[in-house]
Each structure stands twice: as structure tokens, then as C-alpha cells.
């Protein structure tokens, strides 16, 4: 019996993730090849591996059984492509860049020319997502995040900063009283956020009229007249349809970290990425 690894692969990631969908975001495939993959393996191991309701696959005792046996093997596999990664001398190949979408569409992408300039052999695949790709699992080379993060084997560093303030349309600001000021806020997925704690406390017992996980929304939102957001300095201040409210209560601002897998660090191709993604960090 030859497993092939591939197929292996995808079972281990849906037992990882727990549903088609999360395991075909993770994998950068659509559901219906994770769900063909795992077949596969059933094929190959003769053994049923999940339960299928529906559009519900639940791993049998099994699956839970092989999952386990196969996590170590997902770990060391990894590793390899890592080290494959690392030994490469030169300044070809490909680099996958995981980001906030927002930072992702304002900071790095109009700025890739730049790169791609100095270094033309060096291939970036950019993922604008909410959701944090896994270094360890390669789901990325580097990463910028709002947070520092505390996954085993990860190296952050600090090269950047950015602020919030209030903006609103003109027109609306000039029109409408303080006291009737509408917010345009996250929803409750980003309720830890600082900034969205920030402009709840601006808004105190005034209405939110608008609730939205995506800040090019509520961007749109307020150039069109709904209310005020809660916007980064390098959006708000580069939008014409938008000027800041002065909220007069202190400001509020978030850290850019870089981070990469220390694996990866002394590669010649990940360190020209890291220092072109540095440039973009700088002061916003």
C-alpha cells in the first residue's frame, strides 16, 4: 500500500479544521477537491475515515486514529520544504505574503513594482485575509500582523506603526449636530479590537448605523454620508471624499509586526522580501 501524501495531506487538514470549507480556505483549494482527495485515501487505506451527512463530514474512530498517527508526519514535512526553502543561494522563486487585507491592498500592493524592479526573478503570491495563515504550517513565508504572536518556532519583529482617527464626508459633518453623529462600527468579531473599543466609547449611547467586519466598507459607508468610522490614518487621509472629525478624546493606534519562521530567516530570497515588506511598514 503506497499513501499518497497529498491525499493524506487533505485528511489531516480537514481533521485539523473541522469542515470542508475551513480546510479547503486553508489548503487554497475549493471544497470539492479536499472531499475527493479524502475518497481517495479511503480508497487506498480501505477504511472509512469520516462519516458524510449532508454537507457534515465527521471523522470515525478511524480517521481520529490516523489523524493522529499522520499529525507528526504533517509537522516533518513542513520542516523539509522549509529547509528546501532555506538552502536556496539565490533570489529566485516564489514568496507567499500573508497580510490584513487592508495592509495587504493599501501598503504592500501598490508597492510591489518596487520589488519587482529590484528583484524580477522573485515571485510574491499575496494573501489579503482576516484570518492568520499558519507560518508553521506554510500556509505563507512571511507575515504581517496586528499582534505579536506566541506559535513555537515564530520571529517577530516590530517595524511599524499606524493610527486611527474619526472620519467622516464633509457634508455630513457640517450637517449634522455632535449629538446626532451616526458610527459606522466592526461587528462583534473585532469587539477586542482597540480601535473598535475606541469608537464605541466616542459613540457612547449614539446609534451605530452600521456594522461591518470589512473596512473598505465602512470607508464607502461614510464617503457616501451613513456616519463616521473608525479608519487608518493611510486610509482615511488619502481619501477625498473623506475629512477627520475631531473626536478630541486622545487617539489610538496598532503595532505592525513581521514575522517569519526562524527556518526561513537567513534565506537570501525570504530576507530580500522582509526588508522590501520593512520599507512598506515604515511611518503611516
Request: proline share 5%; net charge positive.
Amino acid at each position: 500500500m503506497q499513501i499518497d501524501w497529498t491525499d493524506l495531506h487533505h485528511f489531516v487538514t480537514l481533521a485539523r479544521e473541522g469542515t470542508l470549507s475551513a480546510a479547503a480556505r486553508a489548503l487554497g483549494v475549493d471544497h470539492v477537491t479536499v472531499a475527493r482527495r479524502v475518497a481517495a485515501l479511503e480508497r487506498t487505506t480501505k477504511i472509512k475515515l469520516v462519516d458524510r451527512r449532508a454537507r457534515t463530514y465527521t471523522l470515525t474512530e478511524d480517521g481520529r486514529r490516523l489523524a493522529a498517527a499522520a499529525s507528526p508526519m504533517e509537522h516533518a514535512a513542513f520542516a523539509i520544504e522549509r529547509a528546501v526553502v532555506a538552502s536556496r543561494p539565490g533570489l529566485t522563486g516564489e514568496v507567499s505574503i500573508s497580510a490584513p487585507p487592508t495592509l495587504a491592498n493599501r501598503i504592500i500592493a501598490p508597492r510591489l513594482v518596487e520589488l519587482r524592479r529590484q528583484h524580477p526573478a522573485i515571485a510574491i503570491k499575496l494573501i489579503g485575509e482576516k484570518r492568520i495563515a499558519s507560518l508553521n504550517r506554510r500556509e505563507a513565508d512571511i507575515a504581517l500582523r496586528l499582534s505579536r504572536p506566541d506559535e513555537p518556532g515564530l520571529i517577530a519583529r516590530k517595524v511599524g506603526r499606524f493610527g486611527f482617527s474619526l472620519y467622516g464626508a464633509p457634508h455630513y459633518l457640517k450637517e449634522t449636530p455632535q449629538h446626532a453623529l451616526g458610527f459606522i462600527a466592526y461587528d462583534a468579531s473585532m469587539d477586542s479590537a482597540p480601535q473598535q473599543q475606541w469608537l464605541k466609547a466616542i459613540a457612547g449611547r449614539r446609534e451605530i448605523v452600521l456594522q461591518t467586519g470589512d473596512l473598505e466598507s465602512q470607508a464607502a459607508a461614510a464617503r457616501a454620508g451613513l456616519g463616521v468610522a473608525a479608519l487608518p490614518h493611510f486610509v482615511g487621509d488619502n481619501d477625498p471624499g473623506l475629512i477627520r472629525y475631531d473626536e478630541r478624546q486622545g487617539g489610538v493606534g496598532r503595532d505592525i509586526w513581521l514575522v517569519v519562521h526562524r527556518d526561513l530567516r537567513h534565506s537570501p530570497l525570504i530576507r530580500a522580501v522582509m526588508d522590501f515588506l520593512v520599507r512598506c511598514a515604515g511611518p503611516n
